[in-house]
T-cell receptor
C-alpha cells in the first residue's frame, strides 16, 4: 500500500524567501505524484504532477517539484514566496493499475509573513 | 468550461438522520471520486465511480454509500449520522480512471452533525 509523509505540519516564511515543502512517499511500484493547494473554504487545486519523463516538474504560480526515486521524495519549492501563497498544501500519490484513489499526506500549512 | 459543482455547500443535520450530497463533474468527465476531509484524519478516500459502477471503495462503514448516474453525476449518502461524520466532503472528477489523469476538485459540502 502507498503512503505519503509531509514533514512539517506548519511552515512559516518571509515574503520573498524560498519556499520548501517536503514530501516523502512509500510505494511498491512507480507512483504518480501530485501537489495540491487548498485555500480556506475551497476545494483542492492541482499545482503540478509527476507521471513519467522529466523528474523536475514545473507547475502553476511559480512552483516546481523534483521527483527523486532514490530518496522517495517529491519536495515542492518556490524561489520567492508571495503573500498569496499562504494556504494549505497537500502531497498525494496514486498508483497505476486498477486502483486510482489518491492517498494524501496530512498537509502543510504555509504562512507567509510580510 | 464549468468546474465541478457540489450541492449543497453547507448542511446541518442531527445524529441519526441521513443526508445526500450531490456532485456534478466537469462536462465530459466520466470518473467521480469522493473524499472526506477532517482536521484529525485529513483527506480520506471514500469511493470512486466510473460508468455508473463503483470501482474502488475506501475503508468506511456501510453507512456511507454512493451512486453514479448515466450523465456521470454522482451522489453520496450517509445514513444514521454520527457526530464524527462532521466533515468537508469533496468530490473530484477526471476524464477516465487512469493513474496519470488529474482529478479536479469541487468546493466541497461542509456537513455539520449536531
Amino acid at each position: 500500500a502507498q503512503s505519503v509523509t509531509q514533514l512539517g505540519s506548519h511552515v512559516s516564511v518571509s515574503e520573498g524567501a524560498l519556499v520548501l515543502l517536503r514530501c516523502n512517499y512509500s510505494s511498491s511500484v512507480p507512483p504518480y505524484l501530485f501537489w495540491y493547494v487548498q485555500y480556506p473554504n475551497q476545494g483542492l487545486q492541482l499545482l503540478l504532477k509527476y507521471t513519467t519523463g522529466a523528474t523536475l516538474v514545473k507547475g502553476i504560480n511559480g512552483f516546481e517539484a523534483e521527483f527523486k526515486k532514490s530518496e522517495t521524495s517529491f519536495h515542492l519549492t518556490k524561489p520567492s514566496a508571495h503573500m498569496s501563497d499562504a494556504a494549505e498544501y497537500f502531497c498525494a500519490v496514486r498508483l497505476g493499475g486498477s486502483n486510482y484513489k489518491l492517498t494524501f499526506g496530512k498537509g502543510t500549512l504555509l504562512t507567509v509573513n510580510p | 468550461k464549468a468546474g465541478v459543482t457540489q450541492t449543497p455547500r453547507y448542511l446541518i443535520k442531527t445524529r441519526g438522520q441521513q443526508v445526500t450530497l450531490s456532485c456534478s463533474p466537469i462536462s465530459g468527465h466520466r470518473s467521480v471520486s469522493w473524499y472526506q476531509q477532517t482536521p484529525g484524519q485529513g483527506l480520506q478516500f471514500l469511493f470512486e465511480y466510473f460508468s455508473e459502477t463503483q470501482r474502488n471503495k475506501g475503508n468506511f462503514p456501510g453507512r456511507f454509500s454512493g451512486r453514479q448516474f448515466s450523465n456521470s453525476r454522482s451522489e453520496m449518502n450517509v445514513s444514521t449520522l454520527e457526530l464524527g461524520d462532521s466533515a468537508l466532503y469533496l468530490c473530484a472528477s477526471s476524464l477516465a480512471p487512469r493513474g496519470y489523469n488529474e482529478q479536479f476538485f469541487g468546493p466541497g459540502t461542509r456537513l455539520t452533525v449536531l
